[in-house]
């Protein structure tokens, strides 16, 4: 990020006199919608006039009724909703200059000069060479006399800012493209499914999944359900696969498990570069081991359905920083994709991007599997390399003679056992003892401690809540009995999974290492908790799960309130004093309002919101949601907005109340949670076994420096490991929440989608990144 030179742009000026056009083209995928709204409502916002092009490309050469204005009140209710509103084609025309003269001749005479193309590389390939062309198209144009010169000097210029619409996430200098996460969402619905029905029978199910020319959804989907095996086209199997497999599977049958899953990529290839289909390997397997197999082809269900809400807050973001990247080009600006790198909105140029997502299908087909994979990105490296490690490997025969202990604290939440599973067998992988903690720090306190082994945290995965069992108590006041049992049990390292109580405990461990020589131990812990609050982390295992129960549950509210009509609802989120929830659902179902403890709100702005209300119910949008962290305001509860808003609602609209409550702890975790929970578990124990290497001094281990006992947590664009004490300066400990939140800094965006007049700070904007120094953030 850097400084702007100009801060003082009037974001609300910034528009005036422009034209914007928004199309989605190629394959629909979720969270399209969300990016549409957004880029309309923040054009709006700017001063600029926003046009629609329905059915893609084709409606830009068709021109007409296909090219038409967009209001504020037109993508209401839309962020819901799969595939794309505004529609989609695969247009044949474009692809002829014939049919891109049309286009440009259609937008001269609309004005418009600014395109924001949502679709995937075919898609933002043609934009870009439409903008190549511009000023030959205009020059045609002015010859055959269909436009005069007047016009062709007010549109001398195109400015193009594409966003990645594509399930596969096959585009290359971006995260997560738009759609991804809910095509996991779909896959993971299915496996969940077909586990339990697998099980009754003993069954061996092959899914097969989309990704034609990219395996990111066969290989996450993996990772998120402990697969035995995958086919992705980045990376064939070995020449003698065939035996491997049917050993690999026989082995997983005699450890006990009564099912196995096996996901295919539909593009998945030998290394002689023929394609290996799932019927082929339900031969394979029938024949050889005489399982009773089954083959299920996901197809365009993994398209459909409604966007996560990491889809929908994907869209949104893309869609703001879309629009300021077209009003800040100039004619000398390439062409940019807007797109996420951990959880930082940045742009890259659009063709650089398209070299490298071209330079891996060429990889590919020459055989280059190995650089294939590097140049997928760091994010899929890693998920690649942590499936090889816990999936493909087994326990060594030497053991370590180091028994790692794994505990979980504070309040349960999704994605806890997919990391204990992870930590579990890393550790197994090392050859370590791991010893499971039941019940938090009392159980450690009390003895309640045993042997963990690979076959026992089987399926653990997709459980939700705390398997091992958890509790709040601090260990401050049972320090005594804790340092006799990590004696009695020999603990050598200690990993801890859960909120901010795991942080302050592992705080007093630390602490407590003055007086009590047991607790020099390394010690690592993994943040885990719905309400997102742990210090040191960006986001925490348990918020993706809790945030979609959430979003979930205000699309099923709105649905109510849109049909009664003049109907304002008031829900009440989880998270403590943090505002996380509160405000990503807010952004996720299109809330007018979050009440949060971290921005202070008065009768002032309580007072604004309600005539807000009262203005939105003169629109054809009767309809009003509310937000309101638990703890945001002690005199302002939930039970005070909701009696406040009925009575200046009078005759206006009425008012609901909702508590969400414990079911934001529950429910199986998401792609997300499961497949962060995985990486964290693997990545702690790979980080205890180099510093156990570190603190192995005359024959026993001692740790007593401050790096000894970190928090591993995602910042921007890494996993990194930080001190315990480090990070105290940055805690608010009264208040159980990190002085700085980087989701605080999207605020805005919620409430200029919500039709607010406030000011968008643009002085801190992106700048143009390049593909090749990318880093990736949930791949470390």
Known sequence: MSKDLHPATDPTKMGLGRSIAVLTSGGDAQGMNAAVRATVRVGLYTGAKVFFVHEGYQGLVDGGDNICPATWESVSMMLQLGGTVIGSARSKDFRTREGRTKAACNLVKLGITNLCVIGGDGSLTGANEFRTEWSGLLGDLVKAGKITDTEAKKSSHLNIVGMVGSIDNDFCGTDMTIGTDSALHRIIEVVDAITTTAQSHQRTFILEVMGRHCGYLALVSALSCGADWVFIPEMPPDEDWENHLCRRLADQRSRGSRLNVIIVAEGAISRDGKPITSDQIKQLVTDRLGFDTRITVLGHVQRGGTPSAFDRILGSRMGVEAVMALLEATPQTPACVVSLSGNQAIRLPLME??????????????????????????????????????????????????????????????????????????????????????????????????????????????????????????????????????????????????????????????????????????????????????????????????????????????????????RVFIIETMGGYCGYLATMAGLAAGADAAYIYEEKFGIRDLEVNVQHLVNKMKTTVKRGLILRNENSNANYTTDFIFNLYSEEGKGIFDCRKNVLGHMQQGGTPTPFDRNFGTKMGAKSVLWLTEKLKECYRHGRIFANTPDSACVLGMRKRALTFQPLSALKEDTDLEHRIPKTQWWLKIRPIMKILAKYDIKLDTSEHTDMEHVIKKRSPLGK
């Not at 398209?354 to 760091?378: N, P």
């Not at 197994?428 to 306190?445: N, P, R, S, W, Y």
């Not at 709040?472 to 909120?499: C, D, W, Y």
């Open 353 to 566: 991007c398209v070299q490298v997502t071209k330079d891996v299908t060429t990889a590919m087909a020459e055989g280059r599997f190995e650089d294939a994979i590097k140049l997928r990105g760091k994010s899929f490296e890693n998920n690649w390399n942590t499936y090889k490690l816990l999936a493909h490997i087994n326990p060594p025969d030497v053991k370590s003679n180091i028994n790692v202990a794994i505990v979980n604290v504070g309040a349960p939440c999704a994605g806890m056992n997919a990391a204990v599973r992870s930590a579990v067998r890393m550790g197994l992988i090392q050859g370590h003892t791991m010893l499971a903690v039941q019940d938090g720090f009392d159980g450690l306190a009390h003895g309640q401690v045993e042997p963990i082994t690979w076959t026992s945290v089987t399926g653990w995965t997709g459980k939700g809540g705390s398997m091992l069992g958890t509790k709040r108590t601090l260990p401050g006041k049972i320090l005594e009995q804790i340092s006799e049992n990590i004696a009695k049990f020999n603990i050598h390292a200690l990993v801890i999974i859960g909120g901010f109580e795991a942080y302050v405990g592992g705080l007093e461990l630390v602490q407590a290492r003055e007086k009590y020589e047991e607790m020099c131990i390394p010690m690592v812990v993994i943040p885990a908790t719905v309400s997102n609050n742990v210090p040191g982390s960006d986001f925490s295992i348990g918020a993706d799960t809790a945030l979609n129960t959430i979003t979930a549950t205000c699309d099923r509210i709105k649905q109510s309130a849109a049909g009664t009509k003049r």
